[in-house]
């Protein structure tokens, strides 16, 4: 009763206030030790394991020897790792520059026209991000079915002999980008769409004064000033690409012809088709290991030129 | 160098019509504020004849050209916002140098354009700073930069000190004045501060509901207002605005208030007994009398400041402000009577408030 006034008053002393800090550091720490402890479980372990027996020839019902780099040397040398990897290479390229150009065009139309139902429209560009990719695959696979699917049926209609969009053995992998792409655009603008709309109308006018066409606010007003945000979508972009693997195994199961074998998909049928998880862990550490270099380069990129001179206040 | 021809200039958004058929002169060299309420126009105004707002009908000429149909940039103009709309991923130097670097111009002459105008503006040390390293005075100033590197025929300000605090303000102002009389451009301003037309400009626009109410030399406003809206729109606190019925007593006219008391009506104004008018007195062109007087009033709020007193009274439910140099040894509740300085008073009529004397 007596302390009760006390107890609401600044420490006294040094020691009490450092014996204060401290705890509350130790408090902040066990709030946090969750996330910490569920990241080590899902993400840390994991990748141990891999990594682990990435050295070892595991696979199911055998015993477990520690093989070294064989592994290594094993997929370094297949053939089917490197048109993987070729095919990754294709796939990235074509889907990432398509996501961020069609993304970028979208969100700045949408920032910048002026028409009815605003909100409508971003929820449409939005919507496949609604969809569980599993769902959309399906259903484009069904789209784009060369007997059954719709698309060939209006190709069909319009005078052109029917598309094997899925089954082509050039064709195959385009149509694979296109639905990647499709997939990832609402991402792209939900990063870049909510950037652009922040910037000060009178920035345009004042560009219009001094003169500048469409293209010159573009090119000296609104990119350097979206590039922030576009090369944190860039990264995002690059390694959920660099690891995609659902959409097209569920579109053509990596075929035809390995035609659109991601490196995930040769990991995949390494793992679980021809049960070497060792090799497959191998192969998971070496993308592991492309994607970091990739992303680190971007991230590397998005200081160097972004956050040294854009300010975000006018 | 050159004037602004503004004629018959209507916008429309939608249903709604911001300029309603504008006409004016803006003679070479001058410096004209547009003032007026939110909503007036005055801004819908400065953008037309930027170029940024395309008119629905009327023409705008500068310097005898026709520039209605041009682009901002063909319009040999200058404009600054009143968010300084400064790039910011530029410095000072490419924010002023910008409209040169999308005319192709060559390094030195961009060099020398910026120095010339950095140097008017004390802005030399500064060059290589981004506008976020910059406090707000200074960024008004690479804003003024910007427009005096483009050497244009008119400058064009929208409201470009509201957003600097009061003291740094009146600073700026001085400085905007002092920049008018050194380069003798063409300036037009808008603000909605009538202390900052005033003092800033040769011709004051007072524009209510997209139409000029009244143009002409401050003081001639604040002396003569065509109306009671330019009445209360300049001067501060504003005129007090009394609607009354002239009523005559022998030679003498007189304005019985409809608020109660009567007051005694100037010499040389049209009016007839019956009339229904607006009787204006500014606050510092009434004395207090006597409660004998014709209209007599009661003490609500005393405002002694020092060089000045300003009495709030109640007169019957209508508020009238008094303002005297004199100290006055008032107190609320206390009765005085108004007395009005006969030279000052001005009559509206009620109906569609033109000027009566």
């Not at chain 1, 005078?159 to 053995?169: H, K, P, S």
């Not at chain 1, 012809?257 to 040769?266: F, N």
């Not at chain 2, 400065?46 to 063909?74: A, H, M, Q």
């Not at chain 2, 060089?307 to 402000?321: N, P, W």
């Amino acid at each position: 009763m007596t302390d009760f006034d006390t107890t609401n008053s600044p420490p006294r002393d040094e020691v009490r206030a450092a014996r204060r800090t401290r705890s509350r550091e130790l408090w902040s720490l066990v709030l946090l030790s969750p996330v910490f402890l569920l990241l080590t479980l899902i993400i840390l372990l994991p990748e141990i394991w891999a990594l682990t027996i990435s050295f070892t020839n595991y696979r199911l019902g055998e015993p477990v020897r520690n093989v070294g780099l064989l592994n290594f040397e094993y997929f370094l040398t297949d053939p089917a790792f490197w048109n993987a990897v070729w095919v990754n290479i294709k796939f990235v390229i074509g889907a990432v520059t398509l996501q961020m150009v069609i993304g970028l065009g979208i969100s700045l139309f949408l920032a910048t026209q002026k028409f009815r139902w605003r909100f409508f429209w971003i929820a449409l560009v939005l919507a496949p991000m609604a969809v569980s990719p599993a769902v959309s695959s399906v259903i484009w696979r069904y789209l784009l079915d060369l007997n059954i699917g719709p698309v060939n049926y209006l190709v069909e209609m319009m005078g052109f002999e029917r598309i094997q969009f899925l089954t082509g053995y050039q064709v195959a992998i385009f149509s694979v980008i296109m639905v990647e792409v499709w997939l990832a655009i609402p991402h792209v603008v939900l990063f870049l769409y909510p950037a652009r709309i922040t910037f000060p109308p009178e920035l345009y006018d004042a560009a219009e004064v001094d003169g500048a066409t469409a293209w010159q606010k573009f090119r000296y007003i609104t990119f350097p000033l979206l590039r922030p945000a576009f090369f944190l979508s860039l990264v995002f972009r690059l390694i959920i690409t660099i690891r995609a693997f659902g959409v097209v195994w569920l579109l053509t199961g990596g075929g035809p012809l390995r035609q659109t074998e991601l490196l995930a998909i040769y990991m995949y049928k390494e793992g679980f088709e021809n049960w070497r998880f060792g090799s497959a862990a191998s192969i998971a550490w070496a993308m592991l290991v492309i994607t970091m270099l990739m992303a680190s380069y971007v991230i590397y990129l998005m200081y160097r030129n972004s956050f040294s001179n854009v300010g975000r206040e006018n | 160098m050159a004037d602004i021809e503004i004629e018959r200039v209507v916008k429309r958004f939608g249903d709604f019509m911001a300029l309603k058929g504008v006409s004016m002169t803006i003679p070479d060299g001058s410096f004209v504020a547009l003032v007026g309420p939110s909503g007036c126009g005055k801004t819908t105004l400065l953008r037309s004849i930027c170029g940024l707002e395309d008119i629905t009908n009327g023409d705008i000429y500068i310097g005898g050209e026709r520039v209605t149909d041009r682009e901002p940039k063909d319009r040999d103009i200058a404009m600054v916002f009143q968010s300084y709309a400064l790039y910011p991923h530029f410095d000072v130097f490419d924010n002023m140098a910008f409209s040169m670097r999308l005319a192709k111009s060559p390094r030195s002459a961009m060099e020398k354009k910026v120095d010339g105008a950095s140097g008017i503006l004390g802005l030399k040390d500064f060059l290589h700073r981004l506008p976020r390293q910059l406090s707000g005075g200074q960024r008004q100033r690479v804003a003024m930069g910007r427009a005096i590197v483009r050497n244009p025929k008119v400058f064009l300000f929208d409201e470009p000190l509201s957003n600097l605090d009061a003291k740094l303000r009146v600073h700026m102002r001085k400085e905007i004045k002092e920049l008018h009389q050194r380069l003798k451009v063409t300036s037009v301003f808008v603000t909605h501060d009538q202390i900052e037309a005033m003092t800033l400009a040769d011709v004051v626009v007072v524009m209510n509901a997209g139409v000029v109410e009244q143009a002409g030399h401050p003081l001639e406003l604040y002396d003569r207002p065509a109306n009671p809206f330019v009445a209360g729109f300049i001067g501060s606190p504003s005129m007090n605005l009394l609607s009354g019925r002239v009523e005559t007593d022998g030679d003498e006219g007189r304005v019985k208030l409809d608020s109660g008391g009567v007051l005694p009506l100037p010499a040389n104004v049209s009016v007839e007994a019956g009339d229904s008018v607006t009787y204006g007195i500014r606050p510092e062109h009434l004395r207090p009398g006597d409660v004998g007087g014709t209209a007599v009033a009661q003490v609500s709020v005393v405002e002694p400041t020092g060089f000045e007193t300003m009495v709030y009274l109640d007169l019957s439910g209508t508020e009238v402000c008094m303002r005297a140099t004199d100290r006055l040894a008032l107190a609320p509740d206390d009765r005085i009577g108004l007395v009005p300085d006969l030279e000052h008073v001005h009559i509206f009529a009620a109906d569609d408030g033109r000027r009566l004397n």
